[in-house]
Each structure stands twice: as C-alpha cells, then as structure tokens.
C-alpha cells in the first residue's frame, strides 16, 4: 500500500469547470511535490513545495494552481483546463533533512479534459 | 545541468532469462541515481538507489545495479526474468545540491516477458 495517498483516483472535467486533486501523506516528510505524465512520457516535474513554501515552479500554466495547506497536504487547483492538459497526475513526497533524494509516489489521479 | 539516457525504449526478454535496462547519466556534480519501476495505471515505486558507498546496489525484487563513474553508466539486471516483473522502468538522476530532490527521469524502458 502506497503512503501517499491521491484522490480522486479519476477526473474527468469542462474546460470552463473548477476541479482540486489531493495529495496526503503521514511520513514526516517535508518536501512534496506534483508531477504531470502524459501516456508512455516520463513524469514532468511541475511544482516542489519545501516546508510548505513553493521552492520550484517548473514554469507551470496559470490554469493549475498548487496550494500546500499544512505539511501533509498538497492541493492542485484546477481551472479553464485544456484537452491537452489529459494526464496522469502524480503525488510525491520526500526527506529534506538527511535527504537522499528518494521520492515516494502516490498512484496518481487520472485527469481527463473534454 | 543533469540527465539521464536511457538505451531502448521497448526491451523483450523471454522468462527465465537475464534482464538488462541500459542506463547513461550526465551530471557535473556527484550524481544520486535510481531506477523507479510503474505498472499500468499505477503510480512509481523505487527499485534501488545509488547514493554513496558500494557500488553494486541491490533492491527489490532481484534487481540490482551498479554504478560505473567511468563510463557514466547506471544499468540495471535481474538474473532470471519473471511475467511479473512487465512493466516500465525509469533511470533518474538527481544532484546532490538541492534541498529538495529536483529528480531527472529517463525517457523510460518498456519490458515485456515472453512466456
């Protein structure tokens, strides 16, 4: 069982809707992040939170907004998404202190954009 | 600037045989690499990590990999493939510098098990 935990596992949405995905984990970990992967594409980093704060914005489209809440959550807030934008989007986590670089992965959301 | 090429995007080994998934890396400092496995429709999971020490590293599964800084490779073996063991694979790289883990993947290996 992964140790982060996505939801909603599918989404599918309008380009005019308003949609979150969520991303929790319980493993102290103080570094989480979102990463985007499109069908036999390796994932793509998009934003790294770093004790809540956003230290890395991988010069992401307004349309998807990253909120971290508190150390075991992390929201992406979706707005005026485009076809294009279908994807599997993926949850991670990590240590900063004593970091080994080892990401945790969630089982990701399923977005789909009609 | 890091990265990481990954030789073949689709390998097909039969069951029982060795596996071998190629991986080259370029990096100006001190590299950590790992190689993170997906199932369809799931999320990534860490095969093994090179991060200092031995080079020779060993993780799930049966699989290992060893690190060769002269010829900024990172390959990865099993001995004897298993149907379960179909999936994708992911060489990644990341530096040693940032406080958070900027990882670097691989374009991905697809391997598939012949009965």
């Known amino acids: 069982d992964t140790e982060v935990t996505q939801t909603p596992k599918h989404l599918v949405m309008g380009m005019t809707n308003k949609k979150s995905l969520k991303c929790e984990q319980h493993m102290g970990h103080r570094a989480m992040y979102w990463y985007k992967q499109k069908a036999k594409k390796p994932p793509e980093l998009m934003f790294v939170y770093s004790y809540e704060k956003l230290s890395i914005n991988e010069s992401v489209p307004s349309r998807f907004s990253p909120e971290c809440p508190n150390s075991s959550l992390l929201n992406l807030h979706l707005h005026a998404l485009q076809p294009e934008d279908s994807a599997l989007y993926l949850c991670?986590?990590?240590?900063?202190?004593?970091?080994?670089?080892?990401?945790?992965f969630g089982e990701g959301s399923r977005l789909t954009v009609l | 600037a890091q990265s990481v090429t990954q030789l073949g995007s689709h390998v097909s080994v039969s069951e029982g045989a060795l596996v071998l998934l190629r991986c080259n890396y370029s990096?100006?400092?001190?590299?950590?690499l790992f190689w993170y496995v997906q199932y369809p429709n799931q999320g990534l999971q860490l095969l093994l990590k090179?991060?200092?020490?031995?080079?020779l590293v060993k993780g799930i599964n049966g699989f290992e990999a060893e690190f060769k800084k002269s010829e900024t490779s990172f390959h990865l073996t099993k001995p004897s493939a298993h149907m379960s063991d179909a999936a994708e694979y992911f060489c990644a790289v990341s530096d040693r510098v940032s406080s958070a883990s900027k990882i670097i993947f691989g374009s991905g290996t697809r391997l598939s098990i012949r009965p």
């Open positions: 990096s100006s400092v001190p590299p950590y």
């Open positions: 991670a986590s990590s240590q900063l202190d004593r970091n080994t670089g080892e990401l945790f």
């Open positions: 090179y991060t200092t020490g031995a080079t």
